[in-house]
Nanobody
Framework: QRYLVESGGGWVQPGGFLRLSCATS????????IAWFRQAPGKEREGVSA????????KYAESVKGRFTISRDNAKKTVYLQMNTLKVEDTAVYYC???????????????????WGQGTQVTVSS
């Protein structure tokens, strides 16, 4: 059974920061692309960031580039999303997802990610 568990969400004021974690188990973490997606109320789920299986390559949505940083600790089988300078429009449920290595080149296509977490709520408001 594949598991991905997100944590670190919460409420923060605009300009603040949060670090999300995605702890995984049940699959070969070192051979998986891991990505973050988010879904805001009334909107479709969208890609936020992705990291290759080796961790040597990363991708970001234009809306978060320069503010968010994705990283992975293969020893801990965990992926992180450092979110700085948060904006109201970053409010969403954030999901992490795992896919085979070629999922990286196909991100943000969600069809290439077969295992998903339950999500963690991030609320940015004053």
């Amino acid at each position: 059974q594949r598991y991905l568990v997100e944590s670190g969400g919460g409420w923060v004021q605009p300009g603040g920061f949060l670090r999300l974690s995605c702890a995984t188990s049940g699959f070969d973490f070192n051979a998986r692309t891991i990505a973050w997606f988010r879904q805001a109320p009334g909107k479709e789920r969208e890609g936020v960031s992705a990291i290759s299986d080796s961790g040597s390559s990363t991708k970001y949505a234009e809306s978060v580039k320069g503010r968010f940083t994705i990283s992975r600790d293969n020893a801990k089988k965990t992926v992180y999303l450092q979110m700085n300078t948060l904006k109201v429009e970053d409010t969403a449920v954030y999901y992490c997802a795992a896919g085979l290595p070629f999922a990286y080149s196909n991100w943000p296509n969600q069809n290439f990610f077969g295992a998903w977490g339950q999500g963690t709520q991030v609320t940015v408001s004053s």
